[in-house]
């Protein structure tokens, strides 16, 4: 009960790379059907062969309505929902939020907070005629710490945390709950790209568990959370950054 069902089946977003590759393989791993949805399909396919990779774009209506429909046909019904599509920015690196550029915010708010409402939007009747189901929406620990440079994200992401609580309300009567996680700093392709290795190195020392953090660290906590042993959880989000920011 608190890991993921065998064959219980799992839609994630984000999934050709990153920490969505990791968590498709990990739940996979423990026998969910997982259907991993990314604008690049082809990405994440070496190494993975138990996890089906789709095309999508989450920040588009029609294209959720292709994803659930693609879903359905090949396993008949949608378990778990994991909201981890995201981008750290729309155009180039981290600035001042005096520098952000309006497409850019547009942007960000359209991947990172459209793209999760409408993912919790498009498998809600689908969850709701199976009798529940489990939404998982990756928020991000910049909510809690406030990191500069960075403010169409950490708001992007903020809203994601406040879009978790509301519709967590509307929806457990359905026997649907609605959880967030909120990772601190993996080392990706993704943060690479945006942080130097000073910035990267220093984050372990604020941790109380000092050690860098890996995809790893986050995909049992979403396994527990599309499980059937945390029904009685919803609204909630989990921190998971190795202690440097308490809820
Ligand atoms: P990543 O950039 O490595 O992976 C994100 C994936 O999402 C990519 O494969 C990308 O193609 C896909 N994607 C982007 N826009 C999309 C769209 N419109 N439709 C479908 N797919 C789209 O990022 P990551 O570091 O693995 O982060 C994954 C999640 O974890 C994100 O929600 C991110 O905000 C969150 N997060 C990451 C960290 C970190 O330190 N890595 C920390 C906190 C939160």
């Known amino acids: 009960r608190g890991s993921v069902a065998p064959g219980t089946v799992v839609l994630v977003t984000g999934g050709a790379r990153g920490i969505g590759a990791e968590l498709s393989r990990y739940l996979a791993a ?26 999508a774009d989450v920040s588009d209506e029609t ?22 599509a995201a981008i750290y920015q729309g155009l180039g690196a981290k600035r001042p939020f005096t520098d952000i550029t309006v497409d850019e915010w547009d942007r ?3 991947v990172n907070t459209r793209g999760v409402w409408l993912g919790m939007r498009a498998v809600h009747p689908v969850m709701k005629a199976q009798g529940g189901g489990r ?64 910035y990267l190195a220093s ?30 959880i919803t609204g909630q989000t989990v921190i998971v950054d190795g202690g440097v920011t308490f809820s």
């Open 63 to 84: 294209s959720w309505r292709q994803l659930v429909t693609t879903v359905l046909d090949r396993h008949g019904r949608i378990d778990a929902l994991v909201n981890n």
């Open 203 to 232: 984050a372990a020392g604020h941790r109380a568990v000092p050690r860098p953090m890996e995809p790893g660290d986050l995909a049992p906590v979403v396994s527990f959370l599309c499980s059937s042993g945390s029904g009685f």
């Open 135 to 198: 939404v998982v929406n990756i928020a991000s620990s910049t909510v809690h710490s406030g990191v500069p440079y960075f403010a169409h994200y950490t708001a992007s992401k903020g809203a994601v945390i406040a879009l978790t609580r509301s519709v967590a309300r509307e929806v457990g009567r359905d026997g649907i709950t609605v959880n967030a996680v909120a990772p601190g700093l993996v080392e990706t392709d993704a943060t690479r790209a945006l942080n130097d290795d000073d």
């Open 108 to 110: 960000v708010m359209a």
């Open 30 to 55: 423990q026998g969910a059907a997982v259907v991993a949805a990314d604008l690049v399909e082809a990405v994440g396919d070496a190494g993975d062969p138990d996890v089906t990779h789709v095309q």
